[in-house]
């Protein structure tokens, strides 16, 4: 009889557990299907201001928030993931009423530096260094520049301006402006120069993409004075690279809308707005887009010189 309750109260113990579990995968089912864990973009894009979510990352997806210490950032010999949870801020060096948070540097092993600029209110620009050029791209706020001229030129979200090596310039900013800065020593060629450029991105044309179906504009001039360009890519949810590119280019990126997998070398990395990745030449690299809206992406590439 004692061997015969046991059983009794082990078979009603393993029905309430079954139907338990059967209650809880109802719910699953009914509120946000099989499987799915929490959403991290429950906001309406099509609410906020352009390259929102650059300036306000998700810092912890709810369903990570009980393992203190996580982080996404890697980095590697030949490639970087730097997201925002680990980007650190502190002055600016040159600049005043200025945080920087510096992404990419030559300690990786690149030739060019990459950083955030957050002005606060009655900020201004320092001066990069010695034949060093620059350019600018603005994620929130407005930012005046004044060239060497002494011209001023408003710089909103989506607009951008090139400065030469050794021009004199500065950006004003009365209340709020988030930048992305690049800035490399520029690589001289005789009787060659470059001149600054202002200009927005929804000015420049699309350029035609054999073998690919991303959308592909092109902020500065392709021409051989130049020696690094700025490209801006726009996928399709599901659309990818076709080319599976391994090239002797260094590449900077800053992911400004959307969302996708990252190939870079062996490792495949889940990326999203404001997650910023440096390239090393020939580290394979590979993306996709995922989720329900658009990726856009910034990528800086060396360009017109030779390796050697």
């Not at 393993?14 to 973009?41: D, K």
Request: charged share 15%; net charge negative.
């Amino acid at each position: 009889m004692p061997k015969m309750q046991s059983f009794s109260v082990f078979s009603v113990q393993l029905y309430l557990l079954l139907s338990l579990m059967l209650g809880v995968l109802e719910v699953s089912l009914s509120q946000e299907g099989f499987c799915t864990a929490p959403s991290i973009l429950k906001t309406d894009s099509n609410a906020l201001p352009l390259y929102w979510k650059v300036t306000n990352p998700t810092l912890s997806p709810s369903h990570l928030q009980d393992l203190p210490g996580f982080t996404r950032s890697v980095y590697k010999r030949d490639h970087a993931l730097i997201t925002p949870e680990s980007q650190v801020f502190s002055p600016l060096p040159a600049w005043t009423n200025t945080l920087g948070a510096y992404l990419i540097t030559p300690a990786m092993g690149s030739h060019f530096v990459m950083y955030l600029a957050k002005m606060q209110e009655n900020s201004k620009s320092g001066l990069p260094l010695s034949d060093a050029e620059r350019f600018i791209f603005v994620l929130h706020g407005t930012a005046v520049l004044i060239d060497a001229s002494g011209y001023t030129h408003n710089l909103n979200v989506d607009s951008y301006a090139y400065l030469p090596p050794n021009s004199t310039h500065h950006l004003n900013c009365e209340a709020t402006a988030t930048l992305v800065v690049f800035e490399r020593r520029y690589s001289y060629l005789e009787n060659y120069s470059t001149g600054l450029i202002v200009g927005t991105t929804d000015k420049q044309p699309l350029l035609e993409t054999p073998g690919e179906v991303f959308e592909l504009r092109k902020l500065l001039p392709t021409s051989l004075p130049y020696d690094f360009n700025i490209h801006i890519m726009d996928f399709q949810p599901g659309e990818f690279l076709n080319v599976k590119e391994v090239h002797y280019n260094q590449h900077g990126l800053l992911l400004l809308e959307g969302q996708g997998i990252y190939r870079l070398g062996d490792s495949w990395y889940p990326v999203q707005a404001g997650d910023a990745i440096w390239m090393a030449p020939f580290v394979p690299q590979w993306y996709a887009a995922l989720g329900k809206s658009r990726t856009r992406y910034l990528l800086y590439k060396d360009v017109n010189r030779n390796p050697m």
